[in-house]
């Protein structure tokens, strides 16, 4: 959609800022629950393997008529499945439960450093790309440290770190370290997941009030202005439209500058080092 800012990747390929996520949509309903976000407008899904719903997320991109061009859909390699030749084949998996004939972008899931897997599976996706099965590829909770031999091992930079990041919990580091080497953050659980009070700070509901809007837009603002790529999940059209609803306003410095004034190391899911 024309409303949704694009970022430039460094491979070349433009990805929109703001997408929708399927993790934990029940499979039976993804079908339907994509075919809301497309109607929406959302042209940019995040699925994986290990979320079991690649294909009601195909099923959904099939029906919509929506050509493939105009879309940008990413996928993740699952850990059981890292290593040279099981990543070949879960890729094959995925693009036949998927519909298609490549993905935009494929990560690897999590970097799982005592299986010491990861370079080796990133040199597959280095092929994969090569290949064009899929346009980019990139990882997901990698730290520095993973990053780093990536890039020291590695012949591709990864397009993007998908990383939790949200107000409570922002990885500077991390996302220092990504930015400086041209790497784009995406942020999961970038309304935290609903596991803490967020949207009851007064920093998000000082800014969602100045400017009519709610508590999750304010958040989204948030993530936007500060350059994430995002992809908020709900199950529920009204609160899919409501998270796209998000290009009629801005927040001021002051309003970012204390929302992001909320970080306390609040970490919601796994810890990638583990
Ligand atoms: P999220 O922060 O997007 O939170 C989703 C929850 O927030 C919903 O279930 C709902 O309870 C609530 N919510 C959503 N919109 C709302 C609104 N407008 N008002 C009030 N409440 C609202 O968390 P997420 O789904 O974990 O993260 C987004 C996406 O990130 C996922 O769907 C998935 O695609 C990706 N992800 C990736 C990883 C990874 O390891 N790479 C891990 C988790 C999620």
């Known amino acids: 959609m024309s409303s949704v800012p694009t970022l430039t990747l460094n491979s070349g390929h433009r990805i929109p800022q703001l997408g929708f996520g399927v993790f934990k949509v029940d499979p039976g309903r993804t079908e339907r629950i994509v075919s809301d976000a497309l109607e929406i407008g959302y042209r940019h899904i995040d699925t994986a393997a290990i979320y079991g719903n690649e294909d009601g997320v195909g099923r959904a991109i099939a029906a919509s008529g929506i050509p493939r061009d105009e879309l940008f859909i990413t996928t993740k390699l699952w850990n059981d499945d890292q290593g040279t030749d099981s990543a070949f084949r879960a890729m094959d998996t995925s693009l ?19 299986r010491d897997l990861y370079i080796d599976s990133w040199l597959a996706l280095e092929e994969l790309q090569s290949e064009g099965r899929t346009r980019s590829i990139g990882v997901s909770n990698f730290l520095v440290t993973h990053l780093q ?10 397009a993007v770190d998908q990383i939790e990041l949200h107000p409570a919990f922002q990885q500077h580091n991390v996302a220092e370290f990504a930015r400086s080497q041209g790497i784009q953050i995406e942020a999961w659980a970038p309304l935290g997941q609903g596991k803490y009070d967020l949207f009851g700070e007064q920093a998000v509901t000082d800014a969602a009030d100045a400017h009519g809007k709610t508590p999750a837009q304010a958040v989204i603002r948030w993530h936007l202005q500060t350059g994430n790529i995002v992809f908020p999940k709900s199950d529920h059209k009204a609160r899919m439209a409501e998270n796209f609803d998000v290009f009629d306003f801005e927040l001021s410095d002051d309003e970012v500058a204390a929302i992001s004034a909320l970080e306390r190391s609040a970490r919601v899911g796994s810890d990638p080092a583990a």
């Open 96 to 114: 036949e439960k998927l519909g298609l004939d490549y993905v935009d972008l494929y990560l690897i899931h999590w970097p799982t450093p005592a």
């Open 149 to 158: 031999r990536v890039l020291d091992e590695g012949s591709i930079m990864p």
